[in-house]
Nanobody, 115 residues
């Protein structure tokens, strides 16, 4: 079955960096578009970044210029490097993919940006 397992979250000071990782299994990873979403308390889940099977990337909003999504098709991993973190980046970050019109999600990893 499809499994997405995120890791790498934690507490970081404003201006700091974190690298999130997502281990994927149960599907043909190399053919799938992979996404990172986030959900802050009291807010809707929002798309942060996507990476296609060809490696083409896309970013939303404030992630542009600060975050970098990447993938490793050998180890079936997708990463989100987050730099210059701000308190408003505080959220649960989710790895996701869509297969045959079904959305799959990981359990999420908490990122807290605070001094």
């Amino acid at each position: 079955q499809v499994q997405l397992v995120e890791s790498g979250g934690g507490l970081v000071q404003p201006g700091g960096s974190l690298k999130l990782a997502c281990a994927a299994s149960g599907f043909t990873f190399s053919s799938a578009t992979m996404n990172w979403y986030r959900q802050a308390p009291g807010k809707q889940r929002e798309l942060v970044a996507s990476i296609g099977s060809s490696g083409i990337t896309g970013y939303q909003g404030s992630a542009k210029g600060r975050f970098t999504i990447s993938r490793d098709n050998v180890d079936n991993m997708v990463y989100l490097q987050m730099n210059s973190l701000k308190p408003e980046d505080t959220a649960v970050y989710y790895c996701s993919t869509q297969l045959e019109n079904l959305n799959f999600w990981g359990q999420g990893t908490q990122v807290t940006v605070s001094s």
